[in-house]
C-alpha cells in the first residue's frame, strides 16, 4: 500500500496470521447463534505518534453502557459485509469519512456473551484522517483518538476483575478505563506484532461499580 508509514507493516501481516485464540478467549458458538456485528480498528498517525480511534459508550444505552470500545455495531442486511458494517457503524458514531481509511483486513470472529454477538474486528489504516466527534450523545459519550505509545506504557497497564469471575487486562489513559473484549483485544494485538512492553499483569484492581452495573445490562 503505497505511502503507508513503517510502523503499520506489522498490523497489516496480523490481519493474515494472527489466530482467534491469540486474540481473545471468547469465540462465537458453534451453532451460529450469535448475533453478528462489526468492529472499526482504526489505527492513524496523530500528533503523538500513532493512535487508535475508540469511543466511551453513553451511560444510557443497554449493552455495554459507559464502556471504552472500538465504533461498531450490528450488521444489517445491506451492509457490504463485516467491513460495510464497521464503516457504517464508525460514520453514523464518530462521523468519520470512510473514504480515508484503507482496510487491511478482518480478524478472526470473537464472541461478547453478555450480549451474544459475534464480532469480527475489521483492521484499518487511517489513511487521510477526518475530524470525528460525537454524532448521538444519546449512544456515544465522547469520541478519541488514543496514543499507542500511552496504551502501551507500563504504568497504565494492570488486570481487572469483575464480579462475574471475569479477569483481563486493562488500560487507564487519561480518565479513560479501557477493559473487556476491547481491552483484550489491544492486549494481545499489541503483543502479536510485537508492540508490548512488559508489564505487570499481577496488579489488578477492581472495577468501579458503574462499569459492573453496565456491564450486566449488556
Known sequence: MAGRPAWLAPLG???????SDQLSVFTPPANGSARRSAVL???????????????????????????VAFPGGAQDAD??????????????ETGL???GVAVLGQLPDLY???SNFAVT????WWREPSAVAVVD??????VHRVAVASLLDPENRFSVRHPSGYVGP???????????????????????????????AARYTALPAAMVEGASRG
Open 13 to 19: 501481516a496480523a490481519a493474515d496470521t494472527i489466530s
Open 41 to 67: 480498528m482504526l489505527f492513524g498517525d496523530g500528533s503523538g505518534g500513532p493512535d487508535v480511534l475508540l469511543i466511551e459508550r453513553a451511560q444510557g444505552i443497554r449493552s455495554h453502557a459507559g464502556q
Open 79 to 92: 451492509d457490504d459485509g463485516p467491513v460495510g458494517a464497521a464503516l457504517r457503524e464508525a460514520r453514523e
Open 97 to 99: 469519512d470512510p473514504s
Open 112 to 114: 461478547l456473551p453478555p
Open 121 to 124: 474486528p475489521v483492521l484499518a
Open 137 to 142: 450523545p444519546a449512544e456515544v459519550a465522547s
Open 170 to 200: 486493562a488500560f487507564v489513559v487519561g480518565d479513560l478505563l479501557i477493559w473487556g473484549l476491547t481491552g483484550g483485544m489491544l492486549s494481545r494485538l499489541f503483543a502479536h506484532v510485537g508492540w508490548e512492553q512488559p508489564w505487570d
